[in-house]
């Protein structure tokens, strides 16, 4: 299994990015897609999640600014960032969960596959 991110970069504050996770080596679409973030000396902490079927899972610190997304024929997942602020530079993750449901998408230890990450950094 791979989960390739791309697309962090260095952007103003109040920018935006658009952030994605092309997977393979699994059934794309019968798997749950997360994004998680560590800024530096920091625990690594859930961003956003979306389910098999679509629905969303944000942290309250995102919602209104991130949006998930996904693109089952594409085997890929998306994270668009509006309104960028300083304290939204980390590395972002994107994972995989063949198993979580309902709340459990908010937590790392569900997730079966990590990509390597993407550096996002935000500059005031």
């Known amino acids: 299994v791979q989960l390739q991110a791309s697309g962090g970069g260095l952007v103003q504050a109040g920018g935006s990015l658009r952030l994605s996770c092309a997977a393979s080596?699994?059934?794309?679409?019968?798997?749950?897609m997360g994004w998680f973030r560590q800024a530096s000396g920091e625990e690594r902490e859930f961003v956003t999640a979306?389910?098999?079927?679509?629905?969303?899972y944000y942290a309250d610190s995102v919602k209104g600014r991130f949006t998930i997304s996904r693109d089952n024929a594409k085997t890929t997942v998306y994270l668009q960032m509006n309104s960028l602020k300083p304290e939204d530079t980390a590395i972002y993750y994107c994972?995989?969960?063949?198993?979580?449901?309902?709340?459990?998408?908010?937590?790392?230890?569900?997730?079966?596959?990590w990509g390597q990450g993407t550096l996002v950094t935000v500059s005031s």
């Open positions: 080596g699994l059934t794309f679409s019968s798997n749950g």
């Open positions: 979306i389910r098999q079927g679509g629905s969303p």
């Open positions: 994972a995989a969960s063949q198993t979580a449901y309902s709340g459990n998408y908010y937590y790392a230890r569900y997730y079966d596959y």
